[in-house]
């Protein structure tokens, strides 16, 4: 069976069985090659890393954009913006928008925080049911 792995390794041993000159030769090339896959795994793993911290980073900015949006066109104030952006945490995932469109995420907050349903009445009208 003749296959570039065997031949790879026929070579080796006809280097080490030709004593050290040979080993002197190869030995570098091989080192180099360890030192080149090495560096080439660190790169592929920080530019991985770089780019979902850039994915996040981007999410995070629209997210809170959308927020500022939303509070702004409902005439919602900063403390109201904040309590928004916690029910969004803990109750819709993130999702910044649910709040504004899901009444049953803000009567879930509300059991546990009562001042929200101020904020459902604004957000909801009469379909606001607590």
Same mark, same amino acid.
């Given at each position: 069976?003749? +296959? ?5 390794? !026929? @070579? %080796? ?5 030709? *004593?050290?000159? @040979?080993w002197q030769t190869i030995g570098p090339a091989i080192v180099g090659l360890v030192i080149a896959a090495l560096v080439a795994i660190w790169m /592929? ?5 770089? @780019? ?5 980073s981007r999410r995070s900015v629209r997210q809170s954009s959308l927020l !500022? &949006?939303?509070? #702004? +066109?409902?005439?919602? !104030?900063?403390?109201?913006?904040? $309590?928004? =952006? &916690?029910?969004?945490?803990? %109750?819709?995932? /993130? !999702?910044?928008?649910?709040? %504004? ?5 803000? =009567?879930? #907050?509300?059991? =546990? +925080?009562? =001042?929200?349903?101020?904020? *459902?009445?604004?957000?909801? /009208?009469?379909?606001? $049911?607590?």
């Amino acid at each position: 069976m003749n +296959t570039p792995l065997f031949a790879a390794h !026929d @070579s %080796f041993l006809v280097c080490a069985a030709a *004593g050290s000159g @040979s080993w002197q030769t190869i030995g570098p090339a091989i080192v180099g090659l360890v030192i080149a896959a090495l560096v080439a795994i660190w790169m /592929g793993v920080f530019v991985a890393d770089w @780019s979902r911290r850039r994915r996040q980073s981007r999410r995070s900015v629209r997210q809170s954009s959308l927020l !500022d &949006q939303l509070c #702004a +066109t409902h005439g919602l !104030d900063g403390p109201v913006q904040q $309590q928004l =952006e &916690q029910v969004a945490r803990r %109750f819709a995932h /993130g !999702d910044v928008v649910l709040p %504004f469109v899901d009444p049953r995420i803000l =009567e879930s #907050a509300s059991r =546990e +925080t009562p =001042e929200l349903a101020g904020i *459902g009445k604004r957000l909801f /009208g009469e379909a606001w $049911q607590p």
